[in-house]
């Protein structure tokens, strides 16, 4: 199993549907002129430009509040805190379009605090953007601060570290490793963000994605549309290649926990601080969560069809996601990461048009559409998938390579032996978030679907699209609650990995 | 015989000269400061480390083949068992990685599990056990592999000081009774002088000659007196 050939099988799955993709883009851009020659002209400068800001002040308010939070719930214990750990899991769980739902219900036009605040444009996606992003690092963060031993916060005490020296000797040192790997991620998911501004944007605000989207599927300038996925594909790359390995470690995904036990942070001045900080994170995520459920609950309506049609679709794309990331965890190298980040190095858009190009001789058979979409949420997932696999993998190499190797177990012996039963835990997880992202999804149903296929978010698009808030609202509330379920019996999996 | 002639590894900021000659059915502790590169020198002879110059030779042979052709054994510090698999499927791998084996080879697992004193515990997961018993799981598929070197990385370092010297028993026991050829890393020179006939200690990137253990504690060498914190 160890051979070049096996090695080589799931990069080049995904090397193939990406080749797929952009052939006959390339193809059709060359036959019709322009591509390349349309050169960089200013809206591409405005978008790459929009794109860079928006990205970089999602960023920034994620972490900068993400580093005050994480340190609160480092250092405190106190009365519901649980619930706020719970809390931030939420956001994590949830499809794109759900948030932009709850966003809404809130700071909409219509929303509870009476439309005061103009939710469309730069406002509303990084409102959406730090919804999404700011748990997520705060939740990265935790897990940094929780690899400093115990002994060097009492060895600070005993020391009479302030607030002050204990950031700067124990906490700086690890957050200066981590931070960089946690921004560019983040950087990366919100650069490369399309539902929300798809939904929030505007004309003047709109990132790479999007415009390449709108290129293609509203104008048809495919010309302008690669050239778009040409700066977008740089851009990454040099995200990719600045941050290092991506911080998509499995703690983002599962577990959750404080393990050392802090006894700083006990003046007046440190206490309203922290207050401050877990105060802002409520009022974040608590209200849009609120106004959901507020909003949901009294119109909640199951829609067999489309439940039954985003489950047939998130299904398969999650068993062949983990499927191919299994095969890439195996073999932890440069190209196995660049292959699982590819549709973050390749925009989806991109792929839907040129697989759309290549495949439209099927004459946009259901089939072909509802494979193509399973195909690009594969791809969408697999990020997520080896994050959670390759660890585990590391980890089994670590511990059992070397008495693998002296009993010569290996190839189906040591999958069926070895490799499945430990892999157990971490498998069902990846299985259960790959099913949660492709269930929420809605970039690959926009870009592929056609009028006759509903799946749960594209019908909470097309409500929202049509002024029926109500129904949307029910909708989404169903979506999230089955969103997060899930993805609470993944945390636990995730915890008995631990 | 394992021999080493002129042995030279290398690897980031670490150097090691390697010249050793171990007779079979000699019981050899490895001695030496931490970071010295004790557990390199198993790992080169078992074959999980390469050499940059000289070769292994096991029985006259160049050792060039993959650890588990070699006519080795190791056991480690830890991870010396499966957690998901029970005690008789731990020892079984050791025979056969598909655990498909006939009377025979099911008898000599019975054998090997009654000899290291595990007979009852077959049917236990490793977590319901001792860390003791676990370290004997590993002992028991050492019996059932049947190889006449036996290389040990500080095996019984996480046990109680009885329960690792109830081990090192044992280990003397097999020792003499198959004839085995023993290289054991240990942090504990009361340990070596126990168990072993012979010293091979490792210090300033180089694995001096073997010497006996009387000699060995005799020794005036400056390097061994400093590594057993007696004045030099």
Redesign the interface.
């Given at each position: 199993m160890n051979n070049p050939i096996t090695k080589a099988i799931a990069p080049g799955i995904i090397l193939g549907a990406i080749l797929l993709g952009l052939v006959p883009l390339i193809s059709f851009a060359i036959e019709r002129g322009g591509f390349l020659n349309a050169g960089i002209d200013p809206a591409i400068v405005h978008v790459l430009w929009f794109t860079l800001k928006q990205a970089f002040l999602s960023t920034s308010i994620s972490v900068v509040l993400g580093i005050f939070v994480s340190r609160a719930l480092s250092r405190r214990q106190f009365l519901g805190r649980e619930l706020l750990l719970s809390l931030l899991a939420v956001p994590l769980a949830m499809p794109a379009i759900v948030v932009v739902l709850a966003i809404t219900a809130i700071y909409g036009a219509q929303g509870l605090l009476g439309g005061g605040f103009n939710l469309y444009g730069l406002n509303g996606i990084l409102l959406a953007h730090v919804f999404f992003n700011f748990p997520l690092a705060t939740r990265l963060i935790v897990e940094a601060l929780n690899t400093i031993p115990q002994e060097n916060f009492r060895l600070a005490e005993q020391l009479n570290f302030s607030g002050r020296a204990i950031f700067h000797n124990l906490e700086w040192p690890v957050l200066r490793n981590t931070l960089p790997r946690i921004c560019g991620l983040i950087f990366l998911l919100c650069a490369a963000s399309f539902v929300i501004v798809l939904t929030l944007g505007g004309p003047s605000a709109t990132t790479l994605e999007v415009a390449i989207y709108q290129s293609l599927r509203q104008d048809f300038d495919v010309a302008r549309a690669l050239n778009l996925s040409l700066v977008q594909i740089l851009l990454c790359l040099a995200l990719i290649f600045a941050a290092g390995k991506m911080a998509l470690h499995n703690s983002a995904l599962s577990s959750f926990k404080t393990t050392t036990i802090r006894r700083d942070g006990q003046s007046a001045a440190a206490k309203a601080f922290d207050l401050l900080a877990l105060t802002i994170a409520l009022l974040l995520i608590g209200p849009p969560l609120i106004a959901l459920i507020v909003s949901g609950i009294t119109y909640l309506n199951f829609n067999l069809q489309a439940c039954v049609t985003s489950i047939a679709i998130a299904l398969p794309a999650a068993l062949l996601s983990v499927s191919l990331a299994w095969a890439l965890a195996r073999h932890d190298n440069f190209a196995t990461h660049v292959a699982a980040l590819a549709t973050l190095i390749v925009p989806p858009a991109v792929l839907a048009t040129g697989w759309f190009l290549a495949l439209r001789r099927f004459d946009e058979s259901l089939l072909v559409v509802i494979i193509s979409i399973i195909a690009l949420n594969t791809l969408m997932a697999l990020p997520f998938s080896v994050s959670v696999l390759a660890p585990a993998f590391a980890q089994i190499t670590q511990m059992h390579g070397r008495l693998c190797a002296q009993l010569n177990i290996s190839g189906w012996n040591k999958l069926r032996r070895i490799d499945l039963p430990m892999m157990r835990r971490p498998l069902a997880q990846a299985l259960l978030m790959s099913f949660v992202l492709s269930l929420g999804d809605l970039t690959a149903v926009t870009l592929l679907g056609t009028q006759g296929l509903v799946t749960m978010p594209s019908l909470i698009h097309q409500q929202m699209g049509h002024y029926r808030g109500n129904d949307a609202g029910g909708t989404a509330l169903l979506l999230a609650a089955f969103c997060f379920a899930l993805t609470l019996i993944a945390q636990r999996l995730g915890k008995s990995n631990d | 015989m394992i021999k080493i002639e002129n042995g030279h590894y290398e690897t980031k900021g670490f150097a090691l000269d390697i010249n050793i000659n171990i007779p079979d059915g000699k019981f050899c502790a490895v001695l030496g400061p931490s970071g010295a590169g004790k557990s390199t020198l198993l790992s080169i002879i078992?074959g999980?480390e390469s050499l940059k110059q000289g070769h292994v030779i096991i029985n006259g042979e160049p050792a060039a083949v993959?650890?588990?052709?070699r006519p080795?054994?190791?056991i480690?510090q830890d991870?010396?068992v499966?957690?998901?698999?029970d005690v008789w499927s731990n020892v079984a791998?050791?025979i056969s990685?598909?655990?498909k084996l006939n009377a025979e080879q099911k008898s000599e697992i019975e054998t090997a599990l009654t000899r290291v004193g595990i007979a009852h515990l077959s049917n236990r997961k490793p977590a319901e056990i001792s860390g003791g018993e676990r370290q004997r799981i590993a002992i028991a598929?050492v019996l059932v592999r049947n190889k006449p070197i036996l290389l040990l990385d500080e095996p019984f370092a996480a046990l109680d000081p009885g329960l690792r010297l109830d081990m090192l028993g044992l280990i003397t026991e097999l020792q003499r009774e198959r004839n085995l050829t023993v290289l054991m890393v240990t942090h504990q020179p009361e340990e070596a002088k126990f168990a072993a006939q012979k010293i091979i200690f490792i210090s300033d990137g180089k694995g001096q000659e073997l010497i006996s253990t009387d000699e060995f504690f005799r020794s005036h060498n400056h390097a061994i007196l400093k590594y057993l914190g007696r004045p030099t």
């Open positions: - | 078992s999980f993959s650890p588990s052709a080795i054994s190791m480690f991870h010396n499966f957690a998901h698999l791998l050791g990685p598909n655990l598929r």
